[in-house]
C-alpha cells in the first residue's frame, strides 16, 4: 500500500506502544517517518530499523517537550533532518501521541503530579501543534491521541483524564481554525490498549477479565487497533472527517 507516498509523518512519543505502530504503519504506507523519543534512543532506533527492514523510510529524533524551548530546539533540529532525508522541512501529518498515564484519584494527586502531567499530555502537544503550523502543509493532518476516559467517569485515573479532555477541546478548536487549509484534524479515544501504560492491569488474570469485560468484544484492545484507525485519518480517505472525537474503546461501556 502506498496511498501515503510521499507523505512525511512527526509522530511525538513513537519508540513503544500506540506511537510505534502508527510509525511502523504509516511507514508501509509510503510515508516518511519522524520518529520521536524522549529518553528512549535504542527503542526509537530500533523503531527505524524495522521500517527501513522492511523498505520504509525514517529516522529518530529525540526531544524533552515538557517546555517551550524544549520544542522550539526540537523543531530547529528536525528542520536540519527533515532537510537531509527529504530535501525540505514540511510535513504533512503530525500525531500527537506523546503523554503518561497517571494512575492518581482526586484525594491522592499533588500540585507536583498536576503539573507533570498537564506538562506532558496538554501543554507538550499544545506548543508542538503552534510550532509545527508554519511547516504543515495545506490539506495535511492533526491527528490527537486522547482517551475513552473523556465520556466514561473514572476517578481513579482524575488529572489524566483532565488532560484528555483538553485534548478533545483543542482537536475541535483546531479543526475549525484550520478548516479553510484544508487540513483536518481528529482525535482517537482509546479504551485499555496492551502497552506499558497499562501492564500493571493486564499482568494479572482479574485485570485481563477487567480489561477484556469492558468491551463488548470480549478483548482489550492492541496498539494495532489504534493504528489502523489512525492510517485512515492519515490519509485521503479521511478528506470529509474533521473534528471528530473517534472512540477506540472496542464498544466499551457501551
Do not use: C
Not at 528542520?79 to 497517571?102: M, P, S, W, Y
Not at 473514572?154 to 478533545?168: C, E, M
Amino acid at each position: 500500500m502506498d496511498k501515503l507516498n510521499g507523505k512525511v509523518a512527526l509522530i511525538t512519543g513513537a519508540s513503544r506502544g500506540i506511537g510505534r505502530s502508527i510509525a511502523l504503519r504509516l511507514a508501509q504506507e509510503g510515508a516518511w517517518i519522524a520518529v520521536h523519543y524522549k529518553n528512549r534512543q535504542h527503542e526509537a532506533e530500533a523503531v527505524v530499523q524495522e521500517i527501513t527492514r522492511e523498505g520504509g523510510k525514517a529516522f529518530p529524533i529525540g526531544a524533552d517537550l515538557q517546555t517551550v524551548d524544549g520544542i522550539r530546539s526540537f523543531f530547529s533540529e528536525l528542520d536540519e533532518e527533515l532537510l537531509k532525508h527529504t530535501g525540505h522541512n514540511r510535513i504533512d501529518i503530525l500525531v500527537n501521541n506523546a503523554g503518561i498515564g497517571q494512575i492518581l484519584t482526586l484525594e491522592d494527586m499533588t500540585e507536583q503530579s498536576y503539573d507533570e502531567v498537564m506538562s506532558l499530555n496538554v501543554k507538550a502537544p499544545l506548543f508542538v501543534t503552534k510550532q509545527a503550523l508554519p511547516h504543515l502543509n495545506d490539506g495535511g493532518r492533526i491527528i490527537n491521541i486522547s482517551s475513552f476516559v473523556t465520556r466514561v467517569a473514572s476517578p481513579s485515573v482524575f488529572a489524566y483524564s483532565v488532560t484528555k479532555g483538553a485534548i478533545n477541546t483543542m482537536t475541535l478548536a483546531l479543526a475549525k481554525q484550520l478548516g479553510g487549509r484544508g487540513i483536518t484534524v481528529n482525535a482517537i479515544l482509546p479504551g485499555i490498549i496492551d502497552t506499558e501504560m497499562n501492564a500493571g492491569t493486564l499482568q494479572h488474570a482479574d485485570g485481563q477479565r477487567y480489561a477484556a469485560g469492558l468491551s463488548i468484544f470480549n478483548r482489550w484492545g492492541e496498539p494495532d487497533d489504534v493504528a489502523a484507525i489512525a492510517s485512515f485519518l492519515a490519509s485521503s480517505d479521511s478528506r470529509w472527517v474533521t473534528g471528530q472525537l473517534i472512540d477506540a474503546s472496542g464498544g466499551s461501556h457501551l
